[in-house]
């Protein structure tokens, strides 16, 4: 029997703000409540990783066994360069997606990425011993935002197969605006979208392209592949008839949102 012929408890799911990559190795609210969200959640069969640092110029997944940590940044620490988070892949999963998508394409990459710091810094809290399979799905930079939620629903189904999806990124992301004078504050548009995110997702998650039309839209979102990660959740959301709750409320820098979402399993 197959991974396909087998029916489990829904999966939860989860959007998380990662922030900088030196939350990798520091310990503060945020990171303590992605431990905890680890803690809560059933043992997955394999976690589907949708980082905002895989944005690339077509749809693919990462079908390696062993799959490489990238060290994707630079000016940090060398403790943060030699960081190692050695999961194993799962190509078995890498078909699934392959399959549950269909009709549309999806690639197999078998050597040409791994796992980047958008996963790996929140999976070495939430899954610290690194024994979960992970696989990674690329954000397709040429398509648009309605394509990345038509794809998440899609991709629901996995949750009824022992797979944790995870979405890594930023509600609010724009580097060019960062104060490290404000280390927990934001600014009064930052917090205003990131709050009116919050509204729609406790409301209703399938509107969450609403957004893009909010009048701090821009200065919140100056390129997409950080807020793309989202509407993997909110569709997932929506296509199970839940409501996220929002976990790790707060900022980083001013113009980045730490705020995380979670969708409950069964």
Not at 139 to 165: C, P, V
Not at 171 to 176: A, E, G, I, S
Not at 195 to 218: I, Y
């Amino acid at each position: 029997m197959s991974a396909n012929d087998v029916t489990t408890p829904l999966m939860p799911a989860a959007f998380i703000g990662h922030g900088t990559p030196m939350n990798t190795l520091e310990s503060n609210r945020f990171t303590q409540a992605w431990a905890d969200f680890g803690k809560a959640v059933p043992t997955p069969r394999g976690i589907l990783a949708v980082s905002a640092h895989w944005y690339a110029n077509a749809t693919m997944v990462t079908a390696m066994p062993n799959p490489r940590t990238i060290h994707d940044f630079y000016g940090f620490p060398k403790e943060l360069n030699e960081f190692n988070y050695p999961a194993p892949g799962l190509p078995d999963l890498a078909h699934e997606v392959a399959e549950v998508i269909k009709p549309d394409w999806v690639g197999m990459d078998q050597d040409g990425w791994g796992i980047d710091h958008g996963t790996w810094s929140v999976l070495a809290h939430v899954f610290p011993k690194a024994d979960i399979p992970v696989v990674q799905l690329s954000i397709n930079a040429f398509k648009g935002m309605d394509y990345h939620m038509e794809l998440a629903a899609k991709l629901n189904e996995l949750r009824r197969r022992g797979i944790l999806i995870l979405g890594s990124g930023n509600v609010v992301h724009n580097l060019r605006a960062i104060d490290f004078s404000k280390p927990d504050a934001a600014y009064d548009w930052a917090q205003r979208f990131d709050e009116k995110a919050q509204e729609l997702m406790l409301s209703n998650p399938g509107d969450v392209l609403a957004l893009t039309k909010q009048r701090e839209f821009g200065m919140s979102v100056p390129t997409p592949d950080h807020f793309i990660p989202l509407l993997y959740l909110a569709a997932l959301a929506d296509a199970e008839g839940q409501k996220p709750e929002p976990f790790a409320v707060g900022y980083q820098g001013g113009s980045v949102s730490m705020t995380s979402y979670a969708l409950a399993g069964e």
